[in-house]
């Protein structure tokens, strides 16, 4: 690791994850020709050991420290607490659960030298297990996600971003359910000019978890952050379903549940009942219609 000022930041947003948060912070030792970084675990009122679980590595990570991200709550406001304090204006995001490649940091800095924002792929087999064939995210990615009308975003795990970008936005929107956040940002920095770009040595081994409860929750409000998306941005080549399209449409998604399938079909059939669900959920706690 390169000593020095600081000339990148890293941002985790961390709650309860003293157990694998280290797995995280041995990765960003192990960078090979990076630029001297600083590391912000911005703390969203862990109630685990959480402080005790960073102080382990402050050895070995020089420019490590931990900022109170408590006084609200969700990922994007510990993003966006983490942010301000850092004392770049070259900003990189990853999770405390997820493992970062050796060559994470300065594959992303170097994506920042030509690009106001910046993601990189992820794989979901190393830290997951079987539980990465449950949720509808590829194994390996090869560029960045995909979303309505063809827009692009990059997963919140995985980001680079110049601070002014960041400032002129005005940071993530913290009344998102943990879900969409990510691509609520990327779609206001497109909006406003700013341009995503791809780096595809920057890889995260990302983490899903192994417990079928978590993995429903977190599909729960992927969806309900869906519905918050479409709330706010109401994208012209949306069609909401009718009442009568969006009844069959639920039948069908009934009607193929496997019942004679493998237990991980039934846990991916699961998975995208609960970000139906979370969609209609969210979407009639807004007053508008699900996409």
């Not at 420019?63 to 966006?80: C, E, I, M, T």
């Not at 012209?236 to 449409?249: D, G, L, M, Y």
Request: aromatic content about 8%.
């Amino acid at each position: 690791m390169t000593s020095g000022p600081a000339r990148v930041s890293v941002v985790i947003p961390t709650y309860n994850a003293a157990h694998v948060i280290g797995q995280q912070l041995g990765a960003l030792v192990e960078q090979i020709d990076a630029p001297a970084f600083e590391v912000i675990v911005a703390d969203n009122g862990s109630t685990d050991n959480l402080a005790a679980a960073v102080g382990e590595w402050t050895s070995q990570l020089m420019q490590l420290r931990v900022v109170d991200a408590s006084r609200g709550s969700g990922v994007s406001f510990a993003r966006n607490t983490g942010i301000r304090a850092a004392s770049t204006d070259r900003i990189l995001l990853c999770d405390a659960d997820d493992v970062v490649s050796n060559g994470w940091v300065a594959a992303l800095g170097r994506g920042l030298e030509t690009h106001p924002l910046v993601s990189g792929p992820v794989e979901t087999t190393r830290l997951s297990g079987r539980s990465a064939s449950w949720v509808p995210v590829p194994s390996l990615t090869t560029g960045l996600f995909e979303t309505w009308g063809g827009r692009t975003y990059g997963i919140g795990c995985n980001l680079g971003i110049r601070r002014n970008v960041w400032t002129e936005i005005g940071g993530f929107d913290e009344t998102y359910p943990a879900g969409a956040e990510e691509i609520d940002f990327a779609w206001r920095a497109q909006d406003a000019g700013h341009a995503m770009g791809y780096v595809a040595d920057a890889l995260v081994h990302y983490r899903i978890r192994t417990d079928l409860r978590g993995v429903l929750k977190k599909q729960l409000n992927s969806g309900r952050g869906s519905a918050t998306l479409y709330a706010k941005f109401r994208p012209a080549e949306v069609v909401p379903k009718s009442t009568i399209r969006r009844v069959r449409h639920e039948a069908l998604l009934l009607r193929r549940f496997p019942w004679r399938g493998t237990p991980d079909a039934r846990r991916q059939w699961l998975c995208t009942a609960a970000f139906e669900a979370g969609k209609l959920w969210e979407a009639r706690r807004l007053g508008t219609p699900a996409p």
